[in-house]
């Protein structure tokens, strides 16, 4: 039992870590706007995914691994749609 509920844990840590990325990615899409996502912090974010994902795979914990390989994809989304819609970003007339 101990350590499925260090996975159940891991698990519910995980899917509150995706959960928070939804709504920013949501509202950039909805909005065609990302003046206020920091360029900054999501490069060291989806850089520190990546070493998440390295560890849990080192550790052969599959929730740290699954979990940041998924955080990594929402994070990498925000970052791809701060450089089309952030400032100074060329859009296209619509």
Known sequence: MGRLLVDIVGVGAGLCSMASFVPQIIKIVREKEAEGVSL??????????????????????????????????????????KLRYGPGAHRSGG
């Open 40 to 81: 900054r912090m999501y490069v060291v974010t989806v850089s520190g995914f990546f070493l998440w994902i390295a560890y849990g795979a080192l550790m052969g914990s599959w929730p740290v691994w699954a979990s940041n390989a998924v955080n990594l994809a929402l994070a990498a989304t925000i970052l791809a749609l």
